[in-house]
C-alpha cells in the first residue's frame, strides 16, 4: 500500500432487529464478544415478540461485519430468517464506549 493513502472508516450508527430462532441460543452472548473483538459500541437486548434488537456504533467496515453476522450466521443453534437495519447515520464520534447486553 502506498504510503501516502489516508484510508477513511468513517463511524456510522445504525439500530438492528434480527427475526428467527434467536432466543435461548446465546446469541446476545456471541454478538457481544463479537462487537468487542472488533470495537463496535452499542447494544444488544432479548425483545418481548421473541427477537433481537439493538444499536451498533464504530467503524463503518467493522459495523458491516457485524450486520453481516447478525443478519447470516448468528450464534450456533440459533436460524436467523431476517435483519431489519434502520437508521443507519453517519457519526463524528460513537454516543457508546463499550458494548452491553441489557435486560
Partial sequence: ???NMIVIDPNVSVEFEV???VQGCSFTKY???MCEERN????????KK????GKLQGPKSRVEQVVYWLSNTGSPGSHVERCELNNWQMLAKPDYTNFGIRF
Fill in 1 to 3: 500500500m502506498d504510503g
Fill in 50 to 53: 421473541g427477537t433481537v434488537a
Fill in 19 to 21: 427475526f428467527g430462532k
Fill in 31 to 33: 454478538c457481544k464478544d
Fill in 40 to 47: 463496535v459500541a452499542g447494544w444488544i437486548k432479548n425483545t
